[in-house]
């Protein structure tokens, strides 16, 4: 799955990269009570399978979030195969994004609300964002795959982990990564993602 920004999310969020460079490039930052968090859970579905698990404790109302992440297996590529944000918070948000960079091993998604009564912005609360769906690129490689890990990162143009309130303050929260995921070649049961515990 692979979509492409609307001129006008493109536009926010270029704006808002601005201001979080300018502001607090490297470090968590959140103006608005304590600092929010996003959480990224990896299980294996299998030999070659992953899926992450996305979560988003705010304790403030979100008109916006982007998550870009880098992932890898060693030597080996990577590849998406799907994201869905079905039965997430984010579920109702005006427009949903997850663009793929297989040839970096990195992808970015969120989603932007349109504070309308029918797409209101991100309550708060805590819970699932997304699911993205992962497996070997080429399977039949000779190269076994190294483990399975994911961190953030920046994508051009300006893409960086970051949360954006109804009032179009930024937000930079902090990241936890719960790596659950078996080593490479080893079956494991697939389990659907337990929430993280409120802070």
């Not at 960079?101 to 991100?122: I, K, N, V």
């Not at 080893?186 to 802070?199: I, M, N, T």
Request: with cysteine; aromatic share 8%; proline share 7%.
């Amino acid at each position: 799955m692979e979509e492409i920004m609307s001129p006008k999310l493109s536009i926010i969020f270029f704006m808002a990269a601005l201001v979080l460079l300018s502001v607090c490039a490297f470090g968590q930052n959140d103006p608005i009570g304590k600092v929010d968090t996003v959480t990224l859970k990896v299980q294996a579905l299998g030999a070659d399978k992953w899926m992450v698990s996305a979560f988003v404790w705010n304790d403030e109302e979100l008109a916006a979030i982007d998550v870009p992440i880098r992932y890898t297996a060693g030597m080996v590529k990577v590849m998406v195969d799907s994201v869905s944000f079905k039965g997430s918070r984010v579920e109702k948000f005006a427009q949903l994004y997850s663009p793929i960079d297989t040839a970096a091993q990195m992808m970015h998604f969120g989603g932007l609300a349109y504070m309308s009564p029918e797409q209101p912005p991100l309550a708060v609360g805590n819970g699932e964002m997304a699911r993205i769906y992962f497996s070997l690129k080429n399977a039949s490689e000779a190269k076994k795959p190294g483990p399975f890990a994911i961190d953030t990162c920046t994508m051009a143009p300006n893409n960086s982990l970051m949360l954006v309130d109804k009032n179009a303050k930024i937000i930079v929260p902090a990241l936890k990564i719960i790596n659950a995921a078996a080593p490479a070649g080893k079956e494991v049961k697939k389990a659907a993602p337990k929430e993280p515990g409120k802070k």
